[in-house]
């Protein structure tokens, strides 16, 4: 009995201290950190969110990039870090996907990290060069077939989204395709446009000056519904292609054993942010369609992610190196 009355005193104490941490906070600044370098896609969702959040919250949000490790940097730095609300992470696809690329990691993607709340995604779309690229999805596949092995995509490495994208459209397309990874992908889209790769699948923002300046053709948006940026452009399942989706997609994480009412109070302030209409505004105009929710929704998302790609991964024999 007396043990049972130390426990339950000790209980109390905790729900006490959560109560009290979730009405304080945050008290402090609040660090977002982002696994890749300043400038890109996510830093930018990363850093429009944060900066609507902060006003909610009525502390700083600020951005630490942290690149590097196929991501593996900054969610070691997060995955490690004190579990009080004041470390946070904008992950994107590489949560779901490091587990299946890595033989060993110095944390556990599906054990480490809580959910907070998902942000939104934007399809990737299939693009060629404009002058020699084939004009259709449909003459792209057929060319493939006639000729297997010829053809060739480039994506931004091993394992990026782009490259598990590809294995999955080459799966469900029925063809034979050679992968040319590089470090980043600046440098295979400079490669598509010389004409030394046969198409990419890749966010269309990357591309869209491209696509503006008829240097580049879309083909397909690896989607059930088309992009907002390219309405024009079909969707893959739309020209005969199903089970061949493919998106980014960003949300915040934080460190496992936050407190829930820490947890509840980021959610809500992501979720007023994503409602502001200026950010709204900003988001779309990068292609991106906005899913707010709850740190469940998200973390079932995210579950479900983890099973499509690790088996992608398993069936492409994908690694990271």
């Known amino acids: 009995m007396r043990l049972k009355g130390v426990m339950a005193v000790a209980a109390a104490l905790w729900m006490g201290s959560a109560t009290v941490q979730a009405e304080t906070f945050p008290a402090r600044p609040v660090r977002l950190v982002v696994p890749y370098a300043a400038g890109g896609g996510v830093d930018i969702v990363a850093r429009t969110v944060g900066q609507k959040m902060s006003t909610l919250l009525g502390q700083p949000i600020v951005v630490d990039n942290r690149p590097g490790g196929h991501t593996n940097i900054g969610l070691e730095v997060v995955a490690k870090a004190q579990p009080d609300g004041y470390t946070v992470l904008m992950a994107s696809n590489s949560i779901a996907t490091n587990g299946s690329l890595f033989a060993k990691l110095p944390f556990d993607p599906a054990r480490d990290f809580v959910p907070v709340a998902r942000v939104g995604f934007a399809p990737l779309v299939l693009v060629v060069p404009a002058k020699s690229g084939p004009a259709s999805l449909k003459a792209l596949v057929e060319q493939a077939k006639a000729k297997p092995g010829s053809l060739s995509y480039g994506s931004a490495g091993n394992g990026s989204s782009g490259h598990l994208a590809s294995e999955l459209f080459k799966d469900a397309a029925g063809i034979d395709v050679l992968h040319v990874p590089y470090k980043g992908g600046a440098p295979a ?46 969707t893959m399942r739309e020209q005969g292609i199903a089970n061949a989706n493919a998106t980014v997609w960003w949300g915040l994480l934080a460190p496992a054993k936050t407190p829930a009412p820490v ?59």
């Not at 890749?202 to 690896?222: Q, S």
């Open 189 to 234: 889209i400079t490669d598509l446009l010389g004409e030394r790769l046969s198409f990419m699948l890749i966010n269309p923002l990357e591309v869209l000056p491209h696509l503006k300046a008829g240097t580049m053709r879309a083909l397909a948006v690896a989607s059930d519904q088309r992009s907002p940026l390219l309405a024009d452009v079909p």
């Open 263 to 321: 947890v509840k109070a980021l959610n809500e302030a992501a979720n007023k942010a994503l409602a502001d209409p200026a950010v709204k505004t900003q988001l779309s105009q990068m292609g991106v369609t906005i899913v707010a929710g709850t740190p469940d929704n998200f973390g079932q998302f995210i579950r479900t992610e983890t099973t499509t790609w690790s088996g992608v991964i398993r069936k492409a024999g994908v690694t990271a190196d």
